[in-house]
């Protein structure tokens, strides 16, 4: 290493924006100082160091180079000035060795929809052990073993007056923080799919990754799936809420950083079964077709159950084991034969 990490260290934090510690991935993440971070100045956090390559980049911009060009860049000094002063140099912020303490904050209620009802707390069941919806709920809950899935979020609420999401299950997106940012309802009632879709999203909500904050370095491995429930059974599941069929964009942009700040697990695309459905056959083409890896249910399950929620409820389960998903997850190449012979 030319110039120590220290240096380096000193000069993301005097140039970058609003920066942070990653721990679980050793990076530090900030505001991108080249490109400003297109119009979302101080609101994202695309530009990345990555202490153990030694490089820095930019989800945004594209930026992508050693420290000592990025320090070149943004600082206008020349290479034999960087290495000069790093030489000389000695302030470190004693702040930047310190990790940020982790805060577990309360549910910010307004982030939720209107009067939500926490269903795992025991008072508000009891205030409520008469309401017909909420009874409804939890049978829901149980029928489809949500209440005992490993990977379920710390809290499943219904809201009894909200103008959209009213006499729906709400599943709260937490991020990193712990805070609820983003969230999908569920229809309770068949008759109501005639006014709303199965799964709603947060109205003008940003698009967070589900359960993010539950993501274990002791496995190497992220589970993406479309939709919460289906990840709710396997350790390091996540959820996109929703890929267009049509749409080059699988993430948003919160998703892109959120998953950024993961670069050493693998990413495994978990769609409903290819031998079900047409549109899940589209989707993994297209998954495939960029390079992605993508679970392809074996062919008979596939044939049996259209998803994973499914075959957890008829098979009594509360997990599946990741080997189950890894074994069976192909890309390239290997992946288009895999499907070749589904579409026969
Ligand atoms: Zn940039």
Not at 122 to 133: G, H, I, S, T
Request: aromatic share 12%.
């Amino acid at each position: 290493m030319l110039i120590p990490n220290e240096y380096i260290l000193q000069k993301f934090y005097q140039y970058a924006g609003y920066p942070k510690f990653k721990k679980i991935s050793n990076t530090y993440i900030a505001g991108c100082p080249i490109c400003r971070e297109g119009k979302s100045w101080l609101k994202k956090r695309r530009c990345i160091y990555i202490v153990d390559d030694n490089v820095i980049c930019c989800h945004n911009c594209g930026w992508y180079s050693d420290t000592i060009k990025w320090i070149q860049e943004v600082s206008n000094m020349s290479f034999n000035e960087i290495i000069q002063e790093s030489k000389e140099f000695d302030v470190l912020p004693l702040d930047i060795l310190k990790e940020e303490a982790e805060v577990k904050k309360p549910i910010t209620v307004d982030r939720l929809p209107k009067d939500s009802i926490n269903l795992f707390d025991d008072n508000q069941l009891e205030y409520f052990k008469d309401n017909e919806v909420i009874q409804d709920t939890l049978s829901l809950i149980k029928r489809r073993k949500i209440d005992k899935a490993i990977n379920r979020p710390d809290t499943l609420l219904v809201s009894l007056n909200d103008k959209t999401h009213k006499n729906r299950l709400i599943i709260p997106f937490y991020n990193e923080d712990n805070e609820i940012i983003f969230y999908q309802s569920r229809a309770i009632y068949d008759k109501d799919l005639k006014f709303y879709p199965k799964y709603l999203s947060k109205v003008n909500g940003e698009k967070s990754l589900y359960n993010i904050n539950k993501i274990s370095p002791d496995l190497d491995y992220i589970f993406i799936f479309e939709g919460p429930i289906d990840s709710f059974f396997v350790k390091n599941g996540t959820a996109v809420a929703g890929i267009q069929e049509n749409s080059s964009n699988t993430f948003s942009s919160l998703q892109e950083q959120q998953l950024a700040g993961f670069k050493f697990h693998k990413k495994v695309w978990v769609l409903d079964s290819q031998w079900a459905d047409k549109a899940s056959r589209t989707k993994t083409q297209k998954l495939i077709d960029s390079g992605e890896s993508v679970f392809i249910w074996p062919e008979t399950l596939g044939k049996k159950y259209k998803d994973i929620n499914d075959y957890c409820i008829d098979q009594n389960l509360d997990s599946i084991e990741p080997e189950f998903f890894i074994s069976n997850t192909t890309e390239g190449l290997k992946a288009k034969l895999s499907m070749t012979v589904i579409c026969r």
